[in-house]
């Protein structure tokens, strides 16, 4: 399923292409595009911003400066985990464990929406395009049924967090991460809402910058079925613990399977993959990056008790 990209044939013609996009009636999709970036950003920075104002006044310019410079972080590790790691370090140094309690919030309230709007996307998709489901396309009822109870019930998982975490804190091994698990347990519904209203915000700015990408690129999808597609591209693209920087490969693999039934276009689907993660991975991360330099990495250190 490894799509090899530096063996790819087709790369000479990306320029050209992309040239003759932009003086025909496409250009405005990329502007489109360029122009999700930053609500994409906005949104997982808003989230943020709306958590840690709890234990530190933070304005929206330094919540966005510790989104990107995680990023920065994230690309380089499996999962992401430096993201969850580096973001609440650009907080005063006795708030960054709690910092970071609030970006696993932040993360885990993303990855409830796109498994729950990827489940449902796959419940549309599946049954049409897979050969051993062809003969459910009539019927969409049991799939969507089963795709909604289990986003249901990982929402409702999401609200009932604290009892969970309530629980982790009678076990004293666990008490280095006790600041980390208060952080998580004292959000309340309505900020926990909020995350939720934010994350499917953010997880429509990014599938459809990558709708955006692939007409510019001269892919004709039909707006639901695009969208259910790419939804399940980026569900299973969640999972797959593979470095940021790397997944271009995969991630180019996996498009090209989920979006074959569409067009026979290869070389379209691998130049909106590799646009998209230009556009919303590493311009993101180099900005991060030089960010990075700014902010001091501070630790808190105990003082040793007097000697008496």
């Given amino acids: 399923m490894v799509y090899r990209l530096v063996e790819f044939d087709h790369w000479d013609e990306a320029l050209p292409r992309a040239t003759e996009a932009f003086r025909g009636s496409h250009s405005l999709m990329i ?17 943020w911003q709306r958590l840690v104002n709890r234990i530190e006044p933070t304005g929206y310019p330094k919540a966005l400066a510790g989104v990107l410079t995680s990023l920065a972080m994230a690309v380089t590790t499996p999962g992401r985990i430096g993201d969850f790691v580096t973001r ?67 929402i409702t998982l999401f609200f009932v967090l604290d009892q969970l975490t309530g629980l982790l804190q009678n076990f004293k091994w666990l008490k280095k991460i006790y600041p980390f698990l208060i952080a998580v347990e004292g959000v309340s519904v309505k900020d926990k809402t909020f995350l939720l209203i934010l994350s499917i915000l953010k ?10 990408l692939l007409l510019f690129f001269g892919v004709s999808l039909e707006f639901w079925s695009g969208m259910a597609a790419i939804s399940l591209i980026y569900m ?34 691998v130049f909106a993959t590799f646009a998209a ?4 991975i590493m311009l993101p991360s180099l900005i991060g990056l030089l960010m990075l330099k700014r902010i001091r990495f501070e630790t808190v250190r105990e003082e040793a008790p007097e000697k008496t």
């Fill in 203 to 212: 997880f429509f700015t990014y599938i459809g910058q990558y709708y955006l």
């Fill in 31 to 47: 502007l489109a595009a360029l122009v999700l970036i930053y609500l994409n950003f906005s949104a997982e920075a808003i989230k």
């Fill in 88 to 154: 609440g370090m650009i907080l005063e140094p006795k708030n960054r464990f709690a910092g970071s309690g609030h970006t696993f919030l932040c993360i885990l309230a993303q990855m409830v929406v796109t498994v729950a709007l990827g489940l449902l996307g796959a419940a549309f998709y599946l049954p049409s395009h897979w050969e051993f489901l062809r003969g459910e396309t009539q019927n969409l009822n049991i799939p969507i049924l089963i795709a909604a109870g289990i986003g249901l019930l990982l």
């Fill in 277 to 280: 993660w230009i556009i919303n």
């Fill in 236 to 269: 299973i693209m969640h999972f797959l613990l593979v470095p940021t920087i790397g997944d271009l490969g995969v991630r180019g693999s996996l498009s090209i399977l989920i979006l074959e039934p569409f067009t026979t276009d290869v070389p379209a689907i």
